[in-house]
């Protein structure tokens, strides 16, 4: 039930249909305190069309008001406050989501068409960086919450695993590697070996040239060169798979770079046929100067192909395969301009769909108020900071609750669900600090103060054998003590909502840990378990508030324990 909406309604009907329900709704303001009502309505857009001062137009429309759900309705200046009728609208809301259970909050703006989500695509024989942490957080989340409007989504990770640098890795394997070290720790063995050859070339330009040429035979498809890529591609993606497992993220493609290989003479081809492609310094380009961009670079001088040519192969194979109404790429900031030259690309080529694309950006992980960079020995494994978090997240569990069962399993979800709510939390765009101690800790925004919240609620369900079923009854002489987390529990399909039409998970962070704050209060303000003519509906507040904090979990990727 959606109460801005249903109030928009009645000030429709009230006036004569002069402004649309859609711009009502948007008039319609929450006071910041509930002293003034749960909702307001300014009468200045409607001063405008009357041509009429506000202050009279507030009086004349508050006396029109009639409906149950509204109490009572109070003019202040231009302001009339509406006040809602506590007790129908909780015991609405409550039984909406006895109801509905996982299913509150879910819309269907989609009909089950495809949204492709492109995210995490870490580069292979390279550490697993914290822009590719963050492109997997968010993007899973983005997958969630697609789903939960009624989407279905595609989480493609584009692997990068084709490029310029395998020849240079496959020559500095051969040069200086050892099979045993790259098995024992392929990402950093090989790490190493790419940093050595980028040294040793400085004094040595033959080493670039033999680099080179191992690139074209593993593009002609030399047998050595295949084997040895696709040795590091197995290794890379078995240290990722780790990484996935922890975070509990799926996929439902891998198809990487090098799965264009054989799509792009296509794309080459379709760009002559429309002749946007022009030579410049020896290179193949598409011009891009009415949309005021750099030019896209789609070969080089020595036939190679390049990142942008590969994206664009992979943008028509993903339209001809998942006809997708959407496609998203959750990918750094930094790249911008890059998707702005891809979408670009594929406009000039006739390409309807492109504007359906959107470059999802995201800020930076800052450690001490510094970039945190994978390079020059600066690397920061993330495979071992999310175990790191598990062992501070057992420590906890250790000292406060060491009698729980599966404490492995809850420290897993604990320890990771801190790292992915950090993350989300804040608004994509910005960049944010790393710190474990403030992603762990029990108190304030984080992912295990909503996860403990959760929990309370379930401890409170066992204690009193609660079990839902149509014919509870929920009635309760008052609802004043439930009110704030009443209302904020009707604004859990809005969240959902607004996360999705922005791209932007943290809408729904910031929701759960609202709602996980009033409930807290409430919990130390009222005796739930007290029995009472309200216990019934008091638990049944109890039961709407665990089976959305879980939800807003799920939608954010993060597993919600019941004890911990
Ligand atoms: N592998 C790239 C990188 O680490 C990200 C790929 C993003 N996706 C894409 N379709 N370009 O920078």
Not at 80 to 106: C, D, H, P, T
Not at 388 to 413: G, R, T, Y
Request: hydrophobic letters at 40%; glycine letters at 6%.
């Amino acid at each position: 039930m959606n109460y801005k909406q249903e109030l928009a309604e009645i000030l429709f009907e009230v006036l004569g249909h002069e402004l649309n329900v859609k711009e009502l709704e948007m008039l319609i303001e929450k006071p910041k305190s509930q002293v003034h009502g749960d909702l307001a309505f300014p009468c200045f857009t409607l001063a405008k069309v009357k041509r009429k001062s506000p202050t009279v137009i507030a009086q004349e429309v508050s006396e029109k008001i009639e409906s149950p759900t509204i109490e009572k309705v109070e003019v202040v200046g231009a302001y009339i406050n509406f006040f809602l009728n506590k007790r129908l609208v909780s015991e609405a809301i409550i039984a909406e989501i006895m109801e509905q259970k996982e299913q509150y909050g879910a819309h269907n703006l989609g009909d089950n068409r495809n949204v492709t989500i492109d995210l995490s695509s870490p580069n292979i024989a390279k550490p697993f960086s914290m822009g590719h942490l963050r492109s997997t957080v968010i993007g899973n989340a983005l997958a969630f919450i697609v789903e939960k409007c009624g989407y279905k989504p595609v989480r493609i990770n584009h692997i990068g695993d084709w490029g310029t640098q395998f020849g240079k890795l496959i020559t500095a394997y051969k040069l200086w590697g050892d099979v045993e070290k790259v098995k024992q720790n392929p990402i950093k063995e090989l790490l190493t070996l790419y940093v050595k050859f980028h040294e040793e070339a400085e004094s040595d330009p033959a080493l670039v040239e033999q680099g080179r040429s191992w690139f074209k035979s593993l593009e002609d498809g030399n047998e050595e060169a295949l084997a040895l890529w696709q040795w590091f591609r197995d290794e890379s993606l078995q240290e990722f798979s780790r990484i996935y497992e922890l975070m509990n993220v799926q996929f439902d493609s891998f198809a990487g770079e090098a799965f264009y290989n054989d799509k792009m003479d296509r794309v080459v081809e379709l760009l002559e046929d429309k002749q946007l492609l022009v030579e410049s310094d020896q290179a193949q380009v598409v011009e891009l100067l009415e949309e005021e961009l750099p030019p896209c670079l789609i070969k080089k001088s020595d036939g190679a192909t390049l990142y942008a040519t590969r994206d664009l192969a992979a943008a028509l194979y993903r339209k001809e395969n998942y006809d997708f109404d959407l496609s998203l790429y959750v990918v750094g900031n930094e790249q911008s301009l890059h998707f702005k030259q891809l979408i670009a690309v594929l406009e000039k080529m006739g390409c309807q769909w492109a504007k359906n694309m959107v470059h999802i950006p995201f800020g930076m992980m800052l450690k001490d108020g510094k970039k945190m960079s994978t390079r020059k020995g600066k690397v920061v494994l993330l495979e071992e900071v999310l175990n790191e978090s598990i062992e501070m997240a057992k420590n906890n569990i250790e000292e406060k609750n060491p009698n729980l069962i599966n404490k492995d399993a809850v420290a897993k979800q604990v320890g990771v669900g801190a790292v992915m709510f950090h993350d989300l939390k804040n608004f994509r765009m910005n960049d944010i600090e790393f710190s474990l101690e403030e992603m762990l800790r029990f108190e304030g925004e984080t992912g295990p103060y909503v996860q403990y919240t959760y929990a309370r609620g379930c401890s409170i369900l066992r204690k009193a054998t609660w079990q839902t079923g149509s014919d509870l009854k929920i009635s309760s002489p008052s609802w004043e003590k439930e009110w704030k987390v009443v209302i904020l529990l009707s604004e859990f399909p809005n969240a959902v909502k607004r996360s999705f039409e922005q791209f932007d998970p943290s809408q729904i962070a910031k929701y759960i840990v609202d709602l996980a704050q009033a409930f807290n209060k409430y919990y130390a303000e009222v005796k739930i378990l007290e029995e009472n003519a309200e216990q019934q509906a008091r638990l049944a507040l109890v039961y709407s508030v665990t089976v959305v904090l879980k939800e807003g979990l799920r939608l954010l990727g993060i597993e919600a324990p019941e004890e911990m």
